[in-house]
């Protein structure tokens, strides 16, 4: 059957897409489809919540353009900046009436505020905000009769030109892992959506869950689509560090909006010396502050101090965290918390227009696989949600209209070929491909992390291409299983990032080359 759309990841950005778009045409063909369960991805781990200017007294979209204007460091599109922060009341309002819930403050919604903020607009639900979006999301696509949800179902390719002998110059669906049939199936679509999230995965240290391994960035660079500001990880300051293994916990940046502070080895509070907004700058700063301070001292972390929260609220606001924390023998408020940097958002992704399309016909991208200009060279906190929600809506708008064009027709998606590699094996004991996956991510961390230096990216890209040849050999030789599929978008990703941080002639944001400026470090070597 020849879909009308189809989306892949059903995340905030993937799940908003189909919803819209059921809701504005109920006689669409879609078809969505995730790679594990429905819920497995970032947003679900989403803590702080959804930056919008709910309160016209102190606050202002002005502000909220300024600030995530600074925060991207001169790269921002202002345009794109104007209009996202202008449409976040009505996208919030909308997940309201779908039934997603709030904290509230009598009879207002309580905000919280969060680094690089100047004014409390974080719309929040305990520490637990993208799970309740999740699940009234997951729980809504299901009742849309012509929404055909796929789960377990994992993008290998996009159908593109390559694939078919008539060149149109489009986008025609995608190759998947059917993990049922146990097959890699041909999904044909008119139009085709990119919603599959970051690739925190690439770092041995990240808040994203496993799954997060850039698939569509990969499948979209081997579709040769443009993308941009792939350099631009944002490492998350404050990771709860795991005594036992390299799993990290985040801690949301609103326990540092609630009072906590950090202290270094010695038990001193170093912020203060380094930005006048302490803990609260903007991400990037702390992150490196933190990494420089571990840098300095024997102890491989830093501690984050919650002891002014009072336990009332550490409960109430923070019942996540509380509890993650107890289970490490870490009892709050008086306890202090071992606290890395982590890898968390990628800011860059397929380069989008104002409706999220990309640069390839019938191809859009939202989320966080996109790049659309908001974030610039660092997002400003609690802004991708936020993303997610305003692009979503004006993908699907658009991607109505553009489906009212004429498009080729059933007899030409016939004619594309059936997938044409080895075919899927659901074996995943390819002990290679784990080796060769916690090696990307050992190179990763230690040339291309928060501190780079361009002799480390050289390394860096040695190594991609020698793990490279090695997955291309098991890629051609061996049938593609789950692993192997992952892989190889991690290497893809890996190779382009790199290449991309080569291109960056100045430091910004969140991208750090130590060879460039040393003002930063001078800061730092002053307050140490
Ligand atoms: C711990 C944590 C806390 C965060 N806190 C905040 C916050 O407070 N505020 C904020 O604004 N942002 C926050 N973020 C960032 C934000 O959560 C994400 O940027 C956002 O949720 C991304 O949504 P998405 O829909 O683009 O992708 P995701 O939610 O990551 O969804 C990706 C989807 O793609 C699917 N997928 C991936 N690969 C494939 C494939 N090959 N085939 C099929 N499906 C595939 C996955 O199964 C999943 O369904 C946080 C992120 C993390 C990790």
Redesign the pocket.
Known sequence: MLNDLLV???????LTFAIKAAEQNPKLNITI????N?S????????????VVRNLQDDSIEKHIQDTIIAGDGECDSRVVKFVVEEANSRLNELINWGAEFDMNKEKLDLGIEGGHSEKRIVHYKDQ??KQIQDVLSTKIKSFPNINLLEN???VDLITDHHSIEKKGRCYGAY?ISQEKEEIIKICSKITVL????A?SLYAHT??PS???G??LGAAYRAKVRMDHLAYVQFHPTALKNKVNENVF?I?EAVRGAGGILLNSKRERFMLKIDRRAELASRDIVARSIHKQIQEQTQDYVWLDGSKISIDVWKSNFPTIYRTCISQGIILPKDLIPVVPAA??FCGGIKVNEHSESELKGLYA????SYTGLHGANRL??????E?LVFSHRAAMHSIDALKKPLPGQHFYNSLPPWNGEGYSKSDTLSDVKKLRIELQKNMTQHVGIFKTHEGLNLAEDQINKIYIKVSKLYNKKKLTYGL?ELRNMVSVSYLLIKQAQQIKKNRGVFYIQNYDKEFYKTLQKST
């Open positions: 892949i990841g059903t995340g905030i950005s993937g489809i995730s790679k594990g429905i497995e991805g970032n947003t679900r781990y989403a803590q702080g919540g959804i930056a905000t993208g179902h994992t993008l998947v919603s599959t999230g970051g925190g808040t994203n799954t997060a391994t698939d569509g985040l949301t968390h958002y939202v989320g966080e696989c906190a609690s802004n991708s949600l936020l997610a599929s």
